[in-house]
């Protein structure tokens, strides 16, 4: 690469992650409670965050193709779910499927690193955390979303705890990195989706819309990261 194109390139660099944050702090402050923008702008902005974090994927190199198709499907995947859960009632059930839709994405995407369940330690520590998670809300889930929340956190600790199982089995390789990267993207996804369950089931959380989103976001972009660098 030139010196004249590199630098377009180093800007990008800078500008997405800029932009990114930008999008994210609008859609927090547009969705808070009580909202400190406009909430209208929640419906440019929240989805404009993931499309942001779309193109940082799309951006990254391809080292590992397979992996790459199935984390990129799993970022459409978030898209279509934070575009239902705009409407908090009406689209929870399509937020969910689109959800657990992602999840099972990025299990398969991890699995093209390492082999389901190659560490075993990862699946019994977000096996045990999702588990106090659902007994802390059971009683306050309705009937009707209680199949449907138990395979969502299923399927959920089961994302994490691949993430994790590719890092320690990557320990001391040329992808240990890339790997950290997904273990800590699938850490922040189950912090996040804890808070929003509790919000929605237990009880109102202060400042909630903060939380889940401030944790949601860099989640996305670290499984994101996995993909390697950016191109150039």
């Given at each position: 690469?030139?010196?004249?194109?590199?630098?377009?390139?180093?800007?990008?660099?800078?500008?997405?992650?800029?932009?990114?944050?930008?999008?994210?702090?609008?859609?927090?402050?547009?969705?808070?409670?009580?909202?400190?923008?406009?909430?209208?702008?929640?419906?440019?902005?929240?989805?404009?965050?993931t499309v942001l974090i779309?193109?940082?994927?799309?951006?990254?190199?391809?080292q590992q193709p397979r992996?790459?198709?199935?984390?990129?499907?799993?970022?459409?995947?978030?898209?279509?779910?934070?575009?239902?859960?705009?409407?908090?009632?009406?689209?929870?059930?399509?937020?969910?499927?689109?959800?657990?839709?992602?999840?099972?994405?990025?299990?398969?995407?991890?699995?093209?690193?390492?082999?389901?369940?190659?560490?075993?330690?990862?699946?019994?520590?977000?096996?045990?955390?999702?588990?106090?998670?659902?007994?802390?809300?059971?009683?306050?889930?309705?009937?009707?979303?209680?199949?449907?929340?138990?395979?969502?956190?299923?399927?959920?600790?089961?994302?994490?705890?691949?993430?994790w199982a590719w890092w320690?089995?990557?320990?001391?390789?040329?992808?240990?990195?890339?790997?950290?990267?997904?273990?800590?993207?699938?850490?922040?996804?189950?912090?996040?989706?804890?808070?929003?369950?509790?919000?929605?089931?237990?009880?109102?959380?202060?400042?909630?819309?903060?939380?889940?989103?401030?944790?949601?976001?860099?989640?996305?972009?670290?499984?994101?990261?996995?993909?390697?660098?950016?191109?150039?």
């Amino acid at each position: 690469m030139t010196a004249s194109a590199a630098k377009p390139a180093s800007r990008m660099g800078v500008a997405l992650p800029l932009l990114t944050l930008l999008s994210a702090a609008v859609a927090i402050l547009a969705l808070s409670q009580p909202p400190e923008l406009p909430p209208a702008l929640a419906f440019v902005f929240k989805p404009l965050t993931t499309v942001l974090i779309l193109l940082y994927a799309w951006g990254r190199s391809a080292q590992q193709p397979r992996l790459a198709r199935w984390l990129r499907a799993g970022l459409l995947c978030s898209l279509a779910g934070d575009v239902a859960l705009l409407w908090p009632e009406q689209g929870f059930l399509p937020g969910l499927v689109s959800f657990l839709a992602a999840h099972v994405c990025y299990i398969v995407g991890f699995c093209t690193r390492k082999r389901l369940g190659a560490v075993r330690w990862p699946f019994l520590m977000f096996g045990l955390i999702a588990a106090m998670v659902l007994g802390r809300l059971w009683s306050s889930i309705p009937a009707a979303l209680q199949v449907p929340v138990v395979v969502y956190v299923v399927c959920l600790a089961t994302m994490a705890a691949q993430a994790w199982a590719w890092w320690r089995g990557s320990v001391g390789q040329s992808d240990e990195p890339l790997a950290r990267w997904a273990a800590w993207g699938g850490t922040l996804f189950v912090l996040s989706d804890a808070m929003l369950a509790i919000n929605k089931f237990a009880g109102p959380l202060d400042m909630a819309s903060f939380w889940v989103l401030a944790s949601y976001w860099p989640a996305q972009w670290c499984i994101a990261s996995s993909l390697g660098r950016a191109r150039a």
